[in-house]
């Protein structure tokens, strides 16, 4: 079993920053991909960027391409988002999630992980 907990959200004007981070435990040592998600009151949720256990691929959403940025520290068993230029369209909770696939793939099924959540709020 793997324990997931994300922080950082918040409230940030449009254009803003944000860096989100979630921190694993239990079962660390097994190599994971994680991978960051998000959903928006109404909505599916969806992929946002992915990052294979070394760190060498990564995958990004159409919609974050260039604005965000997905990172990991093995040794502190922590995985990171940082959003620039944020938009309120990125306003939604955030999900970070770990899984086997040594592709960072951006289906939900690939994920058998996840976090509670954290929320982020971008005013215009």
């Known amino acids: 079993q793997v324990q997931l907990a994300e922080s950082g959200g918040g409230l940030v004007q449009a254009g803003g920053s944000l860096r989100l981070s979630c921190a694993a435990s239990?079962?660390?040592?097994?190599?994971?991909?994680m991978g960051w998600f998000r959903q928006a009151p109404g909505k599916e949720r969806e992929f946002v960027a992915a990052?294979?256990?070394?760190?060498?691929?990564?995958n990004y959403a159409d919609s974050v391409k260039g604005r965000f940025t997905i990172s990991r520290d093995n040794a502190k068993n922590t995985v990171y988002l940082q959003m620039n230029s944020l938009k309120p369209e990125d306003t939604a909770v955030y999900y970070c999630?770990?899984?086997?696939?040594?592709?960072?793939?951006?289906?939900?099924?690939?994920?058998?992980?996840w976090g509670q959540g954290t929320q982020v709020t971008v005013s215009s």
């Open positions: 990052i294979s256990w070394s760190g060498r691929n990564t």
């Open positions: 999630a770990a899984g086997g696939s040594a592709w960072p793939r951006p289906e939900r099924s690939e994920y058998d992980y």
């Open positions: 239990g079962r660390t040592r097994t190599m994971y991909t």
